[in-house]
């Protein structure tokens, strides 16, 4: 039984620190080597979240011709076996099926196409995700406009107010992602059986791990040196030549496409959208707590930090009975508490974060002795 | 007795209350320069107050501003002393001060939530979307908290400038907010005015927040949700100074109950629901035209401009 547990709190490690670890690497990429405070993070996670739970599975059932009705796709098989003893019950699903009224049923269908044929799978896996990068691209140009604009006080209030306007419509509109109640997605890995979960969270680790890479890449180059220089001096960057409203509207943008593919990721890694679920707290304080925490402008701090935290986090939802004859009040509220205090301590006593940042040499030691070497 | 639309009650209540609100915000981001992001959670704390000493102690509704300010104030003052002193006294950058005020709010709404489960299980009332209208007294047949609210609003700002322009340690605050340094050498105790105008902010808050509770559906996290409506009116109101700040929360609190209410008559109800994108678009207006806020309009001018569009 324990072991069971273990293996439980592993996997959602696991899958938190994937999902975390991107969305936390692109804040880093905004605030850590930019210096944008992006207070509105959860813009585009939830925007990518969102592309999810309305595009593939409206695409899917036009396509299979769903929305007419029982009597339009009685000759496939499939179709037919999931919705005849439906169609008993509601009769109106003979005529038409409505996405978000009838929702259950609608991927209850596709998710049994989907189920036998794994070509079609992986490309509504990767064409999701494609969109939802082009979303959280354009979400983060919209981002870009205050952000080049306005001083730091005022963008994060007006970048805070943004995150929650696309969570606002979401749950108020019903039409997008089906609102109070949200929608269900259907599943690209269903065809991998009871490997479903593991297929999911390496896909996660694997973009996590790329996106960590690049932004790793990005900040060791030139480019690295102009982003810093940017968040370190303005105006010293304009004299030496960089545009620096060109480079901050490139980072937005590039920062938000990760963070909506996160997103989509996790969308589908939950197999639903509810669009209250994507608050400012889950998707932006958290990660600023994460990266601050880590360190920030620093790769391997966000990556630490990333850790600490789902760990702890996760040690404290799994294991909560532990816990719960120590503390007289609900265990939900204690990582709020645990991690408000912690980040205040970390803000006063080591504002640098676990990892500080250390200068980066324009080229690699290794390059240096060899060139050392030959003279 | 005059009939009253029930939405203008709505209007005037929270319109009163989010000016007092907003007011607090711009005081503390006048003295610190850095915009409280837990400010939303002081009203909760307000709410909770006025839940507790009517609900559960069965004192009169009114009593209860007392408790709800000092709390208020003494939350906006642990924030200030314990957290964002020692940030400035360390040089932390703005966002370092901003990120810390949102780790305060991650505690307020953690106690506040862990403080509305223990309130439940110790005296069996609900303490999330509750409605404790019934403990309001009447004035004039008319609910108190309709006339309160609005004279509380008013009121608040008139002292205010009587403390800010007749008195002398409102001079010295002003002198502290405009060149803190400057003040500092003429023998102000800035720190000193800080801390008061922090523990004000707060306390209205408080107060803010428990007059919502006494007509408003009440919950810990009720502040914490109005926190966009509060930034908008604060960013309408220009930040500069506290009178802009109460005629932004006024308007924009009008304009989102009464507004709402007159695009439902217009294009039917189902655009009421998204009653809260108004202060976002609000705020994303202000940006565009005003950025300085409603105290930058010179009233002046745009009579002139209308006059000679009339002549013309």
Redesign the interface.
Known sequence: MIDEQLIIFLSNVLAYVAIYLMVNVSLNFE?GFTGI?N?GKVLAVAGGAFVVGAVPGRILASQLNLFAGYRAVQDNPVLAECLSTLVQVKPKLMESIDYIEDNAVVVDCVRRVLVNDPLLSISLLVASVGLAALVGAGLGFIASY?SIR?R???L???L???G??LR??GY??RTLVGGTLGVAVPDPYGWLGVFRPYASTLIMLTVAVLFFLYVRAVTYSPAGRVLRAVRDSEMAAEVLGIDVVRVKQKVLVVSSMMAAVAGALWAFNSVAVIANTYDR?TWT?WP??MV?IGGAGNNRGVLLGTLVFVILRQAILTYNYLLEPFI???IV??D??L???A??IV??IR?QGIVPEKPTPAISFEKIRKMVQKS | MVFIDPVIRDAVIFASMLSLLTLGLTLNYLTTKVPNFSHGSFASIGMMTMLTMTAAFNQPAYLSLLPAFLLGGFAALALYLLVLRPLISRDASLVSQMIATIAFELILIAVLNIYADYFTQTFKVQSRGFLIRRFDVRILGEPGVFIIAPALAVSTVFLLYLLLNKTRFGIGLRAAIENPSLAGTLGINVKRAYTFSWFLAGGLGGVAGSLLALWFQGSPNYGSELLISIFAAAIVGGLQNIYGAVAGGYLLGLVEVLGTRQLGLTFGPWITVYRPLIPILAMAITLLLLPQGLVSLRLRGVFKQVQRGGSE
């Open positions: 605030y405070p207070f205050p306005l730091e006080d005022y994060a209030m007006t805070l107010a943004m929650e306007f606002q419509v108020l509109d707290f304080f600023w707590v601050i007289p009040f609900s509220w204690l709020r508490l991690f408000g205090i980040l205040i803000l006063i504002p």
